[in-house]
């Protein structure tokens, strides 16, 4: 891995840096021209996706022309490793950019002579971003072997995704909707990966393949039943929880006698809905599984999956998130907000695991899967 | 008899091309020429064989071993080489000697500088400055230089002139001498076979034609010429493939059946390998 790693930075050899220096030196100028400052308002998300997007395409021009039987695939290396290895490598490209933002905001805090401060958060919602084109470009370049398409691709999908999340995250304000940006950024993915699917089966209906249509649509409706079930099972017991919480409260003050009524009543109430959701859960579950089984195209079965992971993998880290803070809530207690503070950093880290190994298992499928006859 | 490669009923599918049900074998110490028309699946062949593909049915061993559970194994004792340059033009033949050279257990910078200056091959030359040749010949320096037991050539001859295709061919010949090395050599230059390929198989339209020794096939086939007037219907089905003209029909016959022409006057030539490709494609 390592070998693969440095022979990759050594095909990039001094572009590596020269890269992000020119990038930087070109966002740099523009805070000498007043009228143009606000393009700095959107500075670290030009970084962040010029610095790495470039590297990338440094790296994997030469490497295009030939597909399959670039170099390193011929080389001792199983294509796991070779795959990850790069994974790893375009990962490096897009920290790079973290340092280069910083540089620049300190800079222009300190030439203008603002008050304002450096927003670290921003950058991690950024790396959040890449990363989901990342899972997206690369598996769609290993198909193609077309690097230019495939980040066209990428780039016409983060444009999508970031136009219209914006909307949508307006939007749930106005209707005090869970303003988690994440969510929407999230379940937007897999309206926009949903869309690329439905062209691509009308591709196939417009080819008088129908069965393959239907297969694709019920499986893709399945999928997002599901979704939809985890979601409210969420909801549901998170719900649950909370109410027998504060029960639990209001039986060791022994005050509020008409609340204690009516969170009984509602702790009976969500007790009921959790069985009914839980059991459609189970039955959507059950549909799935039995539908995977008997879905005779496995190309399109398990381009479906990986294209709507990240919606299913975001439901279940945001549940244990949420999970592990009803459950042990104590008000006042720092220390277990810092041990759940770390908890949330885990999960994060450990999806942008899961995201890259499922991304790599799609790009692996897909480069050995090539259906187009040379 | 020890085998290097085994392709037992390999099936890949794609959209308007099946490579159907194909086997063959290659033992060690020989040279396999692979023929076929543009797009009869040899490429794809070897892009399965070096797991670059996944296979859809069948058995691909390599060295023994199976090719995707071994492929580290496998590849470490291959040596590969593509039609085109696929090395990163941007870099110096040095440079990219050097990301190669670790992935190899068994690299030999002596004798990859050897080659270096038998090929003419300056070190600090860019890649993207080299003509085709020289590319080639550094693509074979490559593959030469980790002592690989199986060399793939995919179409090594195409687009180089006559000369370089020759001393090509006294290079492979050379490589072969030790008996421990193996060839297998993509080509639909059969020219360049003839003279140095042991066996020869022939896939046309992804299915295997024939897989025998060349001298075997060469023997085993004939060229018949004679009047157009002979070739009834019966004696028609007995060819493969015929070409008429108004001087009369040349076609391709099995020795087992020539003996239909007994009573007519014809004239039989050994045919090369390009005309039996020719005719068996024309069946």
Same mark, same amino acid.
């Given at each position: 891995?390592?070998?693969?790693?440095?022979?990759?930075?050594?095909?990039?050899?001094?572009?590596?840096?020269?890269?992000?220096?020119?990038?930087?030196?070109?966002?740099?100028?523009?805070?000498?021209?007043?009228?143009?400052?606000?393009?700095?308002?959107?500075?670290?998300?030009?970084?962040?996706?010029?610095?790495?997007?470039?590297?990338?395409?440094? %790296?994997?021009?030469?490497?295009?022309?030939?597909?399959?039987?670039?170099?390193?695939?011929?080389?001792?290396?199983?294509?796991?490793?070779?795959?990850?290895?790069?994974?790893?490598?375009?990962?490096?490209?897009?920290?790079?950019?973290?340092?280069?933002?910083?540089?620049?905001?300190?800079?222009?805090?300190?030439?203008? $002579?603002?008050?304002?401060?450096?927003?670290?958060?921003?950058?991690?919602?950024?790396?959040?971003?890449?990363?989901?084109?990342?899972?997206?470009?690369?598996?769609?370049?290993?198909?193609?072997?077309?690097?230019?398409?495939?980040?066209?691709?990428?780039?016409?999908?983060?444009?999508?995704?970031?136009?219209?999340?914006?909307?949508?995250?307006?939007?749930?304000?106005?209707?005090?909707?869970?303003?988690? @940006?994440?969510?929407?950024?999230?379940?937007?993915?897999?309206?926009? $990966?949903?869309?690329?699917?439905?062209?691509?089966?009308?591709?196939?209906?417009?080819?008088?393949?129908?069965?393959?249509?239907?297969?694709?649509?019920?499986?893709?409706?399945?999928?997002?039943?599901?979704?939809?079930?985890?979601?409210?099972?969420?909801?549901? /017991?998170?719900?649950?929880?909370?109410?027998?919480?504060? /029960?639990?409260?209001?039986?060791?003050?022994?005050?509020?006698?008409?609340?204690?009524?009516?969170?009984? $009543?509602?702790?009976?109430?969500?007790?009921?809905?959790?069985?009914?959701?839980?059991?459609?859960?189970?039955?959507?579950?059950?549909?799935?599984?039995?539908?995977?089984?008997?879905?005779?195209?496995?190309?399109?079965?398990?381009?479906?999956?990986?294209?709507?992971?990240?919606?299913?993998?975001?439901?279940?880290?945001?549940?244990?998130?949420?999970?592990?803070?009803?459950?042990?809530?104590?008000?006042?207690?720092?220390?277990?907000?810092? +041990?759940? /503070?770390?908890?949330?950093?885990?999960?994060?880290?450990?999806?942008?695991?899961?995201?890259?190994?499922?991304?790599?298992?799609?790009?692996?499928?897909?480069?050995?899967?090539?259906?187009?006859?040379? | 008899?020890?085998?290097?490669?085994?392709?037992?009923?390999?099936?890949?599918?794609?959209?308007?091309?099946? /490579?159907?049900?194909?086997?063959?074998?290659?033992?060690?110490?020989?040279?396999?020429?692979?023929?076929?028309?543009?797009?009869?699946?040899?490429?794809? @062949?070897?892009?399965?064989?070096?797991?670059?593909?996944?296979?859809?049915?069948?058995?691909?061993?390599?060295?023994?071993?199976?090719?995707?559970?071994?492929?580290?194994?496998?590849?470490?004792?291959?040596?590969?080489?593509?039609?085109?340059?696929?090395?990163?033009?941007?870099?110096?033949?040095?440079?990219?000697?050097?990301?190669?050279?670790?992935?190899?257990?068994?690299?030999?910078?002596?004798?990859?500088?050897?080659?270096?200056?038998?090929?003419?091959?300056?070190?600090?030359?860019?890649?993207?400055?080299?003509?085709?040749?020289?590319?080639?010949?550094?693509?074979?320096?490559?593959?030469?230089?980790?002592?690989?037991?199986?060399? +793939?050539?995919?179409?090594?001859?195409?687009?180089?002139?006559?000369?370089?295709?020759?001393?090509?061919?006294?290079?492979?010949?050379?490589?072969?001498?030790?008996?421990?090395?193996?060839?297998?050599?993509?080509?639909?230059?059969?020219?360049?076979?003839?003279?140095?390929?042991?066996?020869?198989?022939?896939?046309?339209?992804?299915?295997?034609?024939?897989?025998?020794?060349?001298?075997?096939?060469?023997?085993?086939?004939?060229?018949?010429?004679?009047?157009?007037?002979? %070739?009834?219907?019966?004696?028609?089905?007995?060819?493969?493939?015929?070409?008429?003209?108004?001087?009369?029909?040349? $076609?391709?016959?099995?020795?087992?059946?020539?003996?239909?022409?007994?009573?007519?006057?014809?004239?039989?030539?050994?045919?090369?390998?390009?005309?039996?490709?020719?005719?068996?494609?024309?069946?």
């Amino acid at each position: 891995m390592f070998k693969l790693i440095m022979a990759d930075i050594k095909v990039l050899g001094n572009r590596i840096w020269q890269i992000p220096i020119g990038v930087f030196l070109f966002i740099f100028s523009f805070s000498f021209i007043p009228n143009l400052e606000e393009v700095y308002k959107i500075h670290h998300l030009i970084y962040s996706v010029l610095i790495p997007g470039l590297l990338t395409y440094e %790296l994997l021009r030469d490497e295009q022309k030939h597909g399959s039987e670039s170099v390193f695939m011929t080389l001792p290396v199983c294509k796991k490793t070779c795959i990850l290895g790069r994974y790893i490598v375009i990962s490096l490209f897009c920290s790079l950019s973290i340092p280069v933002i910083y540089l620049s905001e300190y800079l222009h805090i300190t030439m203008h $002579a603002k008050e304002s401060i450096i927003e670290f958060s921003r950058i991690g919602s950024i790396s959040i971003g890449v990363l989901l084109v990342i899972y997206y470009t690369l598996p769609v370049y290993y198909y193609t072997k077309k690097l230019m398409r495939s980040m066209g691709a990428s780039a016409l999908f983060l444009t999508a995704l970031l136009i219209i999340t914006d909307i949508l995250y307006s939007h749930s304000y106005r209707l005090s909707l869970d303003n988690n @940006t994440l969510i929407w950024y999230f379940k937007f993915s897999g309206i926009i $990966a949903s869309l690329v699917l439905v062209l691509k089966v009308f591709e196939h209906f417009y080819k008088n393949i129908a069965d393959r249509y239907t297969n694709d649509i019920i499986y893709t409706t399945i999928i997002f039943i599901t979704i939809d079930r985890i979601a409210a099972f969420q909801n549901m /017991l998170l719900n649950y929880i909370s109410v027998n919480k504060y /029960l639990e409260i209001f039986l060791k003050s022994e005050k509020h006698i008409g609340s204690y009524l009516l969170f009984t $009543a509602l702790s009976s109430k969500h007790g009921l809905d959790l069985i009914i959701v839980g059991i459609s859960l189970l039955i959507v579950i059950f549909l799935l599984f039995v539908f995977h089984k008997n879905f005779n195209d496995k190309f399109n079965r398990n381009m479906i999956l990986y294209i709507l992971s990240p919606v299913i993998l975001f439901h279940v880290f945001s549940f244990l998130i949420s999970f592990h803070s009803m459950i042990f809530y104590y008000p006042g207690d720092e220390f277990y907000w810092n +041990i759940h /503070l770390l908890l949330i950093y885990m999960i994060f880290v450990v999806s942008i695991i899961v995201f890259i190994m499922i991304s790599v298992r799609a790009s692996i499928y897909l480069l050995k899967n090539d259906r187009r006859h040379s | 008899m020890n085998k290097i490669i085994e392709i037992n009923g390999v099936t890949k599918e794609f959209e308007g091309f099946k /490579l159907d049900n194909i086997s063959f074998g290659l033992e060690k110490g020989y040279i396999m020429g692979f023929i076929g028309p543009n797009g009869a699946g040899k490429t794809t @062949t070897i892009r399965l064989i070096m797991n670059l593909l996944k296979k859809d049915s069948g058995d691909i061993k390599i060295f023994g071993m199976d090719n995707s559970k071994d492929e580290v194994a496998i590849k470490d004792r291959i040596g590969f080489v593509y039609e085109e340059s696929y090395f990163y033009e941007h870099l110096t033949v040095k440079k990219m000697k050097d990301i190669i050279a670790p992935f190899y257990s068994r690299w030999d910078d002596e004798k990859f500088d050897e080659y270096c200056s038998v090929f003419g091959l300056l070190p600090n030359k860019k890649i993207r400055d080299l003509s085709k040749g020289t590319k080639m010949k550094f693509s074979l320096a490559v593959a030469l230089s980790h002592n690989a037991e199986l060399l +793939i050539l995919d179409e090594p001859t195409s687009g180089l002139d006559p000369v370089f295709r020759d001393k090509l061919m006294d290079i492979l010949r050379e490589e072969i001498q030790d008996e421990n090395k193996s060839i297998l050599f993509s080509t639909h230059i059969t020219s360049d076979l003839e003279k140095i390929a042991d066996y020869i198989t022939f896939i046309n339209n992804g299915r295997i034609v024939f897989s025998d020794q060349k001298d075997v096939l060469l023997e085993n086939y004939k060229i018949i010429k004679g009047d157009s007037g002979i %070739l009834t219907g019966e004696i028609k089905s007995e060819l493969l493939g015929v070409k008429e003209n108004r001087f009369g029909f040349e $076609a391709l016959c099995n020795v087992e059946k020539q003996n239909v022409f007994s009573q007519f006057e014809i004239v039989t030539e050994k045919p090369t390998l390009e005309q039996m490709m020719v005719y068996m494609q024309n069946k």
